[in-house]
């Protein structure tokens, strides 16, 4: 599995120009699956996403995570994270789960993500999504459950 995690003062998503869901103060999160995908690779992200220390102290360092602060978070499934660029210049998605897949590992992931303490909006999984965000920093973090080190 594949996150990019954006601090947020705000973020929306709309679909066919109504907005279905927002937050405020929190993370925007684009979650891709990838092949292979299991409950370990969907337990290391949500543990890292609600433990994640990037929100600022009254020091002005990165040291509350989301749960520190109150913060939302508003998933986004994104395959194209799952991107393989490295022949040519088009993208192939090979490597991105099924869609069946795909779903249900996502609904794990907010459900779990909620589970944590973290309250979750989210997008709608397969449609054509329109994502709106005042990044907070900008910080921007990309996890992948399969790095290791």
């Given at each position: 599995?594949?996150?990019?995690?954006?601090?947020?003062?705000?973020?929306?998503?709309?679909?066919?120009?109504?907005?279905?869901?927002?937050?405020?103060?929190?993370?925007?999160?684009?979650?891709?699956?990838?092949?292979?995908?299991?409950?370990?690779?969907?337990?290391?992200?949500?543990?890292?996403?609600?433990?994640?220390?990037?929100?600022?102290?009254?020091?002005?360092?990165?040291?509350?995570?989301?749960?520190?602060?109150?913060?939302?978070?508003?998933?986004?499934?994104?395959?194209?994270?799952?991107?393989?660029?490295?022949?040519?210049?088009?993208?192939?998605f090979i490597h991105a789960a099924p869609p069946e897949i795909a779903e249900q590992m996502y609904q794990q992931f907010c459900e779990q993500?909620?589970?944590?303490?973290?309250?979750?909006?989210?997008?709608?999984?397969?449609?054509?999504?329109?994502?709106?965000?005042?990044?907070?920093?900008?910080?921007?973090?990309?996890?992948?459950?399969?790095?290791?080190?």
């Amino acid at each position: 599995m594949k996150a990019v995690i954006q601090r947020v003062s705000s973020a929306s998503v709309s679909v066919d120009n109504t907005q279905i869901s927002s937050i405020n103060n929190g993370f925007l999160i684009l979650l891709g699956v990838q092949q292979g995908d299991d409950e370990k690779d969907l337990e290391c992200l949500v543990n890292k996403t609600a433990g994640m220390r990037i929100f600022k102290d009254d020091k002005q360092h990165m040291n509350l995570s989301i749960k520190d602060v109150n913060g939302e978070a508003l998933v986004v499934s994104q395959f194209t994270l799952c991107a393989d660029t490295h022949k040519g210049r088009r993208p192939s998605f090979i490597h991105a789960a099924p869609p069946e897949i795909a779903e249900q590992m996502y609904q794990q992931f907010c459900e779990q993500l909620k589970v944590a303490g973290v309250p979750v909006q989210t997008g709608k999984f397969g449609a054509m999504m329109d994502v709106s965000l005042i990044n907070d920093g900008p910080v921007t973090i990309i996890l992948d459950s399969r790095d290791k080190n």
